[in-house]
């Protein structure tokens, strides 16, 4: 069976994301765009730029569990974009814990994480979200072994 290209999971993570904003109001399709970007900058592979266009699909609702589960996705696909799929209540260390026990997802997240905390895209938030913003990102990088090199 062959699996989607990259041009169409950009095409559908798109899609999904097309009715919604980010915090500071842009378009998401920005942020998945940008974090896909990171991934290839980064050196990623073609699963790992697969896995950022839908790293927020599942968990923003976007995209159902069903529907990662049946599509025409490698494996390592399925599991990155499991691994940073949130759980409803789930503790960060846990969280992060998941991420670095799954191969690729860390360079994903590692992506996710400098955009979100990108100064330009603080920069336009109030201070008290941009204050809580900016420690639960340094907070996951910690978590991740992701410090400041």
């Known amino acids: 069976m ?14 999904g994301h097309a009715h919604q904003t980010d915090k500071a109001g842009r378009p998401y399709a920005e942020h998945i765009q940008a974090v896909a970007e990171g991934v290839g900058a980064r050196g990623g592979t073609d699963e790992q730029i697969a896995a950022a266009w839908l790293h927020d699909a599942v968990e923003d609702d976007v995209l159902s569990r069903e529907w990662l589960e049946a ?3 490698p494996q390592s696909v399925k599991d990155m974009v499991d691994a940073m799929t949130k ?3 789930e503790e960060p260390a846990a969280y992060a814990r998941r991420i670095l026990a799954t191969p690729g997802a860390l360079l994903v997240k590692e992506s996710d994480l400098a ?3 990108d100064p330009a895209r603080l920069a336009v938030l109030d201070g008290p979200t941009r204050a809580r913003l900016s420690e639960k990102y340094a907070t996951m990088r910690r978590l991740l072994g ?4």
Not at 2 to 15: D, G, K, M, N, S
Not at 146 to 149: D, H, K, N, S, Y
């Open 71 to 73: 599509a025409e996705l």
């Open 146 to 149: 992701l410090t400041a090199r």
């Open 2 to 15: 062959p699996h989607l290209t990259l041009a169409q999971v950009e095409a559908i993570a798109r899609e």
């Open 115 to 117: 955009h979100n905390a």
């Open 87 to 89: 759980r409803p209540g």
